[in-house]
């Protein structure tokens, strides 16, 4: 087994981390939250190497799961994830794009298979457990890697902020129980990529993130 490595194409005028998480040796990997610019996306995995039978994703917001219909077609991939509770979010991605003002040729999105707290997804060996984190989206889910000390966790928490909570299906309260109850016990020394802006690790986030001192 290899070590994990990760490249991050930002996608769309949101600005978005999609993420490519890979095997160093098998170059075995998967796409996270391919929110759209597809032909980027595919641009980077021949520029890497990677070959991606997986897509994941986090949530469905537009910006995440805006290019996963696509991609899908494109590599033959299947769709995991996010939690079901995401499914009328995902269903609308076309109605997202007319709301956001953002043409582009988003399109809904249609899981291969639906995730839960518990649930696990690997790349080759590298075995990730799948963290149910509501707040920011009811479906919310994050990746954890236990042996790397690694997560992808979307939309919950960036590197001195959290999700925003005015989007349908939001609530701020339940985003705060989400980070305190399953982010922050992961331990101060597990870094994180996130959905927007540069990553971080949990333990300056509970140090110096505004919204959890």
């Given at each position: 087994m290899g070590k994990l490595a990760a490249a991050i194409v930002t996608v769309t005028p949101f600005q978005q981390n999609c993420t490519i998480l890979w095997d160093d040796e098998t170059r075995e990997g998967v796409v996270i939250d391919p929110g759209g610019e597809v032909e980027r996306i595919k641009a980077a995995l021949e520029e890497t190497g990677v070959t991606a039978k997986t897509i994941w994703l986090t949530h469905g917001h537009i910006d995440h799961a805006g290019g996963a219909e696509a991609l899908k077609q494109a590599l033959g991939a299947t769709i995991i994830g996010p939690h079901e509770a995401d499914r009328e979010l995902l269903e609308s991605i076309e109605q997202q794009?007319?709301?956001?003002?953002?043409?582009?040729?988003?399109?809904?999105?249609?899981?291969?298979?639906?995730?839960?707290?518990?649930?696990?997804?690997?790349?080759?060996?590298?075995?990730?457990?799948?963290?149910?984190?509501?707040?920011?989206?009811?479906?919310?889910?994050?990746?954890?890697?236990?042996?790397?000390?690694?997560?992808?966790?979307?939309?919950?928490?960036?590197?001195?902020?959290?999700?925003?909570?005015?989007?349908?299906?939001?609530?701020?309260?339940?985003?705060?129980?989400?980070?305190?109850?399953?982010?922050?016990?992961?331990?101060?020394?597990?870094?994180?990529?996130?959905?927007?802006?540069?990553?971080?690790?949990?333990?300056?986030?509970?140090?110096?993130?505004?919204?959890?001192?």
């Open positions: 794009s007319e709301m956001f003002g953002v043409p582009g040729g988003f399109q809904n999105a249609y899981p291969d298979q639906w995730l839960a707290e518990g649930d696990t997804v690997s790349i080759g060996e590298h075995v990730f457990e799948v963290l149910h984190c509501p707040g920011h989206a009811p479906g919310h889910v994050v990746f954890y890697n236990s042996a790397h000390r690694f997560a992808h966790v979307g939309d919950v928490l960036f590197q001195g902020s959290i999700g925003r909570t005015d989007l349908p299906g939001g609530d701020h309260d339940t985003l705060l129980r989400s980070i305190r109850e399953k982010l922050l016990p992961l331990g101060d020394d597990v870094s994180f990529i996130c959905g927007h802006g540069p990553g971080s690790t949990i333990g300056r986030e509970r140090l110096n993130n505004p919204f959890l001192t």
